[in-house]
């Protein structure tokens, strides 16, 4: 019997994707997009339309297992649940009365985006426990704090109006990897006439189909954003009307710029003052324009001020005004769900420490008191947390109890004392949130969980039994926990019940307007107008020419490492597929850069700073500028010959706002190794 269900897709991704799944005789077959969802419309990435591969595929994890070999080793016995279980809370219960359950950490992120898989049931075990808290701030976190300090909230412009722009920037942001259906948004307005900037240090595929690609030095998107914001009232060219109604503050930003020139700037952020002066006039005098801001912008340890500069362009000239106009970097402001109820923060016993996931090396191998446990699920941290040494030092502790639930075995997972094995999408229920469209989705069981696989939801509702713990909280079910996500009360979720979508799959958000209009007639700060007074100051990156010029003399290189287009984070990165399709890993370096060091493309090359090293294959071209390193990141450790990764070299600094992550602020040497041809390099 063959049967279509609706479903959503579970990565960490904007587009959020509704999935038609076909399903024969109990197994999946087929996954396509939704043809009937306004956003995805039938289209889904190259990924996921191989999605099946994760739950089929000889990679899957499906009996618990218990380490038999040392740490890291990838050393097994298969268990049942039952064992795992009794093993894992025994350790829980004598870590807790010995040194106190804040020597247990939990880490996750959004392996799944689904509410319930990644925030729900999970938390209330952990905060019962009393485990130490983990901040999640690996990748948005100081972008999110600074739209929240400008506009009030964490919203902007609605995706489905942004064909109808005729100005789009894409800034720091690479689409045509990470946003599949903005960027054919993107392009729909382009070939009606619209004009699509990039500003970009890497030349990636957007940047090429851009009509304009700016590639600012990175870490310097302040001085920009402040250039524009000079020429814009030098020239007179804001909004007056728009400014006196809803910002304040105006005089104070005139006489902050007054030590701005134009030129400065440029010299700052390595462009023209021509072309700040050009983009500025772009800016201000094409109606609709969009800023499509990304978050490469803000993983800078001057990250949370690029996004705070950057987010008053568009109150300096009115385009909150139009529809699908303004500034987008995220809408999960938009969905006001109850997270205190889905959570249940109260079941702590008291304060505790909190732990910030960017410093996870740090906390494994510094903290006091230690940590004498982790629980993973929903992430990888061996290959996707910043310095990396110090990640493999903490999971490689002999003393260091480490539970891993995942859908195979990880990077992370090899170092598992415990492994339990995960659900995949099609396996169980969620419910999913956009950071970027307005709709929320439905995600039902397609098929039967493989072997003993089992959703995050019920391996921590069996642990807290397992643990003793009796509360009610422990007993909802999954469509209880989707229920109680839903009842907040907020206009927003009006007439957005469990009963519709259980019938229609997606509903869009109850918003005012369609499209939403967030800041036409204000703003959500509490008194409804953007401050322009708190325009941040230039500071250069802490590791950069001008920010550290002893450390810039020894690793003269920036590195950044953003997105790879075959894998989200390090997922996929298991498939054979998915790494044939992106090649080795490999760095872009500048022609210029690649002479001096005696380096050709295709040469095997060691990439390093005082934190680590990997190597790559060095591909040599135009994708970067003189001074810029490019090399897409999520491959996995044993892809490389030394068994590091990027992140070997990124730094676990934090941004200035809300502890955020800054991978991108990283000073690099490179030099040629002679070594086998890199084909061999590849497991
Ligand atoms: N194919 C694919 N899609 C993905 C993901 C993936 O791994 N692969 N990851 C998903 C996740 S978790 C997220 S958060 C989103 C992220 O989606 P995006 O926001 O698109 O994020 P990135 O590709 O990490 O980085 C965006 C761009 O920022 C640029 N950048 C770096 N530093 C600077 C700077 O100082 N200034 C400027 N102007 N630009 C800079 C990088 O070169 C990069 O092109 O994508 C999601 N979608
Ligand atoms: N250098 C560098 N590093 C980066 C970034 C960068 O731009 N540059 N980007 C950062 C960003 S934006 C992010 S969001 C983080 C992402 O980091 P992570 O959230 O750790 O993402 P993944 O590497 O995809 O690992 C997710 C894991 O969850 C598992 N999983 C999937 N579904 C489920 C489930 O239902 N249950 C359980 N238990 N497990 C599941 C997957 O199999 C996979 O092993 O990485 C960051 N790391
Ligand atoms: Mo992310």
Not at 301 to 319: K, M, Q
Request: hydrophobic share 40%; charged share 20%.
């Amino acid at each position: 019997m063959t049967s279509h269900l609706s479903a959503v897709c579970p990565h960490d991704c904007w587009d959020a994707c509704a999935l038609r799944v076909e399903v024969s005789d109990g197994r999946a077959v087929r996954i396509e997009g939704d043809p009937d969802h306004p956003v995805t419309r039938g289209v889904v990435c190259a990924k996921v339309r191989r999605y099946l591969d994760r739950v089929y595929g000889p990679q899957r994890l499906l009996t618990p297992r218990i380490r038999t070999g040392p740490k890291g080793a990838g050393e097994f016995r298969e268990a049942s649940w039952e064992e795992a279980l009794e093993l894992i809370s025994r350790r829980y219960r004598r870590i807790a009365a010995q040194d106190g359950p804040a020597a247990i950490l939990p880490y996750s992120y959004y392996g799944t985006h689904g509410v319930l898989q990644s925030a729900g049931m999970d938390r209330r075990f952990f905060h019962r426990l009393g485990a130490s808290r983990l901040e999640r701030t690996i990748c948005s976190a100081a972008g999110s704090q600074a739209l929240n300090r400008v506009l009030g909230t964490r919203q902007g412009a609605d995706p489905e109006a942004m064909a109808d722009n005729r100005l789009i920037v894409f800034w720091g942001q690479n689409p045509f990897s990470t946003n599949l259906h903005g960027w054919l948004a993107a392009r729909e307005a382009q070939k009606g006439g619209a004009l699509l900037v990039t500003i970009d240090p890497y030349r990636h595929a957007g940047a090429r189909r851009s009509d304009w690609h700016l590639a600012p030095l990175p870490g310097t998107d302040v001085a920009l954003a402040l250039g524009i914001m000079r020429e814009i009232l030098d020239r007179g060219w804001e909004d007056r009307d728009y400014l006196a109604r809803h910002t304040r503050g105006r005089e104070a930003l005139a006489r902050h710029l007054a030590a701005h020139p134009v030129e400065r700037c440029a010299e700052r952020c390595g462009l023209d003052a021509a072309d700040i002066r050009e983009l500025a006039r772009l800016w201000a005098h094409t109606r609709p324009a969009l800023v499509r801001l990304g978050y490469g912008v803000q993983r800078h340890t001057h990250g949370g001020a690029a996004v705070r500069a950057i987010s008053l362009l568009p109150a300096l000239t009115g385009a909150w005004r139009d529809p699908g106009g303004g500034l987008l970097l995220s809408n999960s402001g938009a969905f006001p769900l109850n997270t205190a109820l889905l959570e249940r923060p109260e079941l702590a016993p008291g304060p505790v420490r909190s732990i910030n996931m960017n410093r996870l090396g740090e906390a494994l191998t510094q903290a006091s008191p230690p940590v004498r446990a982790l629980h993973v699920y929903n992430a990888n941290p061996a290959v996707v947390a910043p310095h990396q040494n110090l990640v493999l030092a903490g999971l490689s502790r002999e003393d260091l109890f480490m539970v891993v639930h995942d859908q195979w075995v990880s990077d992370t997972g090899r170092f598992a004392d415990v492994l339990l094995p995960a659900t995949t999408q099609l396996e169980h229920l969620d419910l999913h949130t956009s950071y970027w469209h307005l709709y929320l989705g439905l995600n039902q069981p397609c098929i039967a969980p493989r072997g003993e696989a089992k959703p995050n939801t019920e391996a921590f509702r069996l642990l807290a039994r397992a643990m003793g713990f009796t509360e009610d909280a422990f007993a909802d079910s999954d469509w209880d926990l989707a229920e109680q996500a839903l009842s907040s009360g907020h206009p927003f979720l009006a007439g957005v019940t469990l009963e519709r979508l259980r019938r229609e799959y997606w509903v869009r958000l109850n918003t005012p307007q369609r499209p939403h209009v967030p800041f036409r007639d204000g703003f959500a700060t509490p008194d409804g107008r953007v401050d322009l007074a708190q325009v941040p100051d230039w500071a250069p990156p802490a590791e950069s020419r001008e920010g550290s010029p002893a450390l810039h003399q020894r690793y003269p290189l920036h590195l950044v490492t953003p997105a790879a287009h075959h894998f989200l984070n390090s997922t996929y990165g298991e498939l054979p597929w998915a790494r044939e399709r992106e090649g080795t890993p490999h760095v872009f370096l500048h022609p210029a850069d690649a002479a001096a060091r005696g380096i050709a493309d295709g040469d095997a090359i060691r990439i390093h700073n005082d934190r680590g090293a990997f190597r790559a294959t060095a591909r040599v071209g135009d994708h970067t500028r003189p001074g810029v390193a490019v090399s897409p990141g999520g491959w996995h450790l044993g892809t490389h010959p030394e068994g590091r990764s990027c992140n070997a070299t990124t730094s676990d600094a934090l941004a200035d706002l809300g502890g955020g992550a800054t991978f991108h602020t990283n000073l690099v040497q490179v030099e040629r190794v002679p070594t086998k041809p890199h084909g061999d390099w590849v497991s």
